[in-house]
């Protein structure tokens, strides 16, 4: 490979708090026990250094002596369109349908706030994203779940039955999808698209789309952008990217969303003009820039095939070492959703002395049940194979087979 997955980063007091919040609250996330060092596996960030492009595209224009009011350039703007049609086969897409918004999570709420009312019902899959349930929570939003469920081959899948039974009778009008899902790691076929756009335009659901991990995914996978599954599902989706977890880029946040229906966009971006925070950064505009430059694809491609070797030595080993831990192999994301129901039942555990027995080796893992995921406990897969190899180690020495 071209770029380096392997080397180790010592992030520590370096403004990562994946690692720097280890020990500041026992109650959260404990120090490990003697002789152990944390290994971060928990926040959805990646321990790999960033494509160079990104940092020499930041350097050059800190050498530039002025940080004034600026607009997006068109550079910003060609980086994003050509992003899209090149990974995810998009056509039609122009600079107007893309507007800057200061994160995910904040576009989501803002496309909610212009197709619904406060109090209103919004569907959502379960297990869900903890960032879906504290904003929809905290802007006064109904979150009614319908439940993935798994197939005879362990793929989860939708149940548009289910679906349709709670859109008749909450009265549901918006939808909050995720695609690929988190913390699922499903990454969704066209026809599955195809079968909920048609229930969606059955009963008139708006569709906003959390499209953020639709660059990682396992390298015979493909992303379908939810606009691109027909006509109703462009001019009625609301959908939101960023270059932050394909990059490493959270920390400088910049995310942006794409809308075909020009009337929709208009709403949504006076909506997210009216407290006068959603302004770019300069230097994140940059950083995007040099990660869609050329090296950035290839550095992007190059990621895809580390994380699914990571995910296939992940998912082999629990299958092999953790009796009683049960994982649906993820297609998308660098997370794993591990159901440990039956190993807690064998071993007379709770999922909190479960969890708590990884922090003291250090596995900074991260609790399932934020995600609705009752036994369950996430994994962050993404740092260099020999982490991710200790961590499997001391989880089957320590852990699940001490």
């Known amino acids: 490979m071209k770029y380096d997955f392997t080397s180790i980063m010592d992030r520590r007091g370096k403004d990562a708090?994946?690692?720097?919040?280890?020990?500041?609250?026992?109650?959260?996330?404990?120090?490990?026990?003697?002789g152990f060092d944390p290994i971060a596996t928990w926040t959805a960030d990646m321990n790999f250094p960033v494509v160079p492009t990104i940092q020499e595209?930041?350097?050059?224009?800190?050498?530039?002596p002025h940080f004034g009011y600026f607009m997006p350039s068109q550079e910003y703007f060609d980086s994003i369109i050509k992003w899209h049609e090149t990974r995810n086969h998009v056509t039609g897409l122009t600079k107007e349908c893309i507007g800057y918004e200061n994160g995910v999570?904040?576009?989501?709420?803002?496309?909610?706030?212009?197709?619904?009312?406060?109090?209103d019902n919004i569907l959502i899959h379960s297990p869900t994203y903890i960032g879906f349930t504290m904003s929809l929570t905290n802007n006064g939003y109904n979150m009614i779940h319908s439940d993935l469920v798994k197939d005879e081959n362990d793929v989860w899948r939708m149940d548009l039955e289910d679906m349709e039974k709670k859109i008749q009778e909450k009265k549901i009008h918006t939808m909050v999808f995720c695609s690929p899902h988190n913390p699922c790691g499903r990454v969704w076929e066209r026809w599955e698209l195809e079968q909920m756009m048609?229930?969606?335009?059955?009963?008139?659901?708006?569709?906003?789309?959390?499209?953020?991990?639709?660059?990682?995914l396992r390298p015979e996978c493909q992303h379908i952008p939810t606009q691109m599954t027909n006509e109703?599902?462009?001019?009625?989706?609301?959908?939101?990217?960023?270059?932050?977890?394909?990059?490493?880029?959270a920390g400088l946040v910049g995310s942006y969303h794409i809308i075909y229906n020009k009337t929709l966009r208009d709403r949504v971006e006076k909506e997210s003009s009216l407290p006068h925070y959603n302004d770019m950064?300069?230097?994140?505009?940059?950083?995007?820039?040099?990660?869609?430059?050329?090296?950035?694809?290839?550095w992007a491609d190059e990621l895809r095939q580390v994380i699914a070797g990571n995910v296939d030595?992940?998912?082999?080993?629990?299958?092999?070492?953790?009796?009683?831990?049960?994982?649906?192999?993820?297609?998308?994301?660098?997370?794993?959703?591990?159901?440990?129901?039956?190993?807690?039942?064998?071993?007379?555990?709770?999922?909190?002395?479960?969890?708590?027995?990884?922090?003291?080796?250090?596995?900074?893992?991260?609790?399932?049940?934020?995600?609705?995921?009752p036994c369950h406990i996430r994994l962050n897969l993404a740092s260099p194979l020999s982490r991710v190899q200790e961590a499997f180690d001391r989880l089957d020495k320590y852990v699940f087979n001490a």
């Open 17 to 34: 708090i994946a690692i720097d919040v280890v020990g500041l609250s026992p109650d959260f996330i404990p120090n490990p026990r003697e």
């Open 57 to 64: 595209a930041i350097i050059q224009r800190v050498k530039e």
């Open 105 to 119: 999570l904040g576009g989501v709420v803002s496309a909610l706030n212009v197709l619904c009312s406060k109090g």
């Open 198 to 216: 048609a229930l969606c335009e059955k009963y008139d659901v708006k569709i906003v789309s959390d499209e953020i991990w639709s660059d990682i």
């Open 232 to 249: 109703w599902a462009r001019q009625n989706t609301v959908a939101i990217y960023a270059p932050s977890k394909t990059f490493n880029l």
């Open 281 to 298: 950064n300069v230097l994140s505009m940059h950083a995007l820039i040099g990660a869609y430059k050329p090296e950035g694809y290839q």
């Open 313 to 373: 030595y992940a998912c082999d080993y629990i299958a092999k070492h953790f009796d009683g831990v049960k994982v649906s192999k993820p297609q998308g994301t660098y997370m794993v959703f591990m159901d440990c129901t039956q190993w807690c039942e064998k071993h007379g555990k709770t999922i909190d002395e479960l969890q708590r027995a990884g922090f003291d080796v250090g596995v900074v893992w991260q609790d399932g049940r934020q995600f609705r995921g």
